[in-house]
């Protein structure tokens, strides 16, 4: 029964260049192509094809995976798949790539389609409404650079499913026997495909697995058992937080029977017209003059803390990097970051007659030795 294994480029007609946004399209279009349900004449030939492609995809859709398979072959994959090789229901992980044509081959076989493939997929059995968890909500803040340095605190408004209080998530009211299922919360569908016998069980539609339903439908929440009310939260954020993390508040997402999700508030940052930040440090430019340059002297600096005077000392070449502890950012765990003060001297262009003078006599009467050429750094 073994056939000689074609090369998984070769059965996606891919070089092996390809990118995986390649890898993808190919295998959507050759999967699309060979659906057995496509092909009624020649309906085995189709599944051995789909089964084949499946497998090419599964590997050089996993940038891991392809690159054993693009340094060893064969046999660099193929303990990745469980005994007897490449087994569709057990090895493919790419249902969410494709589950459009799957939902669609699997309606082929009386299956169903869309939301039914995970489980199937998966082995797993579908969780009733009736436990599920609410959902999250996700609210994205935007802060200063100055409000990330400190801690600061925010009003976060939005609206989100509460419980009914009609009645107190219920839906309604009397309880009866759900017709559907008789009270099993569950139903199964059983079918076999060329991907092997499938028993499914679901979540009963009609009572969401609950096994019974309300007699009388609440008006309030149309049965959904919750309602949509606004909310408004007061956040402290700690400082230290940057673009990318979040702050996760349990229990204040939508309402489920299950317990309630979260709100997950999450950062941005605004640039800042005069910091850049590096991690918990911030830098900036200060230019000085000559005569400062040259003979020290005191710069304001602006820190998020305020304008700060700092020393420059006697002789300070341009470019210079000073540090000032601690007037960063805060650590997310304690300490701070440092400010990086970049000291740049200032020439001046337009100059008076005076000042060309001055400076010309300057550099008459000057008796340090000029350095010549040399390498940078
Ligand atoms: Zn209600
Ligand atoms: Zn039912």
Known sequence: MATARRDYYEVLGLGRGATQDEVKSAYRKLAKEHHPDRNPDNRAEAEEK??????????LADVNKRRMYDSYGLEGVSRQFGPGGFDFRRDFTHGEDISDILGDLLQGFGMGSGSGLFDLLSGGRPQSRRHARGGDIRISVRLDLEEIAASVTKELSFSRFERCPECAGAGGKGKETCPACHGRGQVQHRTSSFLGQFVQVQSCPDCGGAGERVKETCKACTGAGRVRKPRTLKVRIPAGVSAGTYLPLHGEGHYGPGGSGDVLVQFEEREHPLYLRQGDDIAVEVPVTIATAVLGGKVKVPTLAGEKDVEVQA???????????????????????DELVRVVIHVPRRLSR????????????????????RKPG
């Open 50 to 59: 789909f089964k084949e492609l499946s497998e090419a995809y599964e590997v």
């Open 315 to 337: 002789g300070t070449p341009s470019g210079t990097v000073l540090r000032i502890r601690g007037a960063g950012i805060k650590h997310l765990d304690g300490g701070a970051g």
């Open 354 to 373: 005076d000042e060309k003078a001055l400076l010309k006599q300057l550099d008459e009467a000057r008796t340090e030795e000029m350095p010549g050429p």
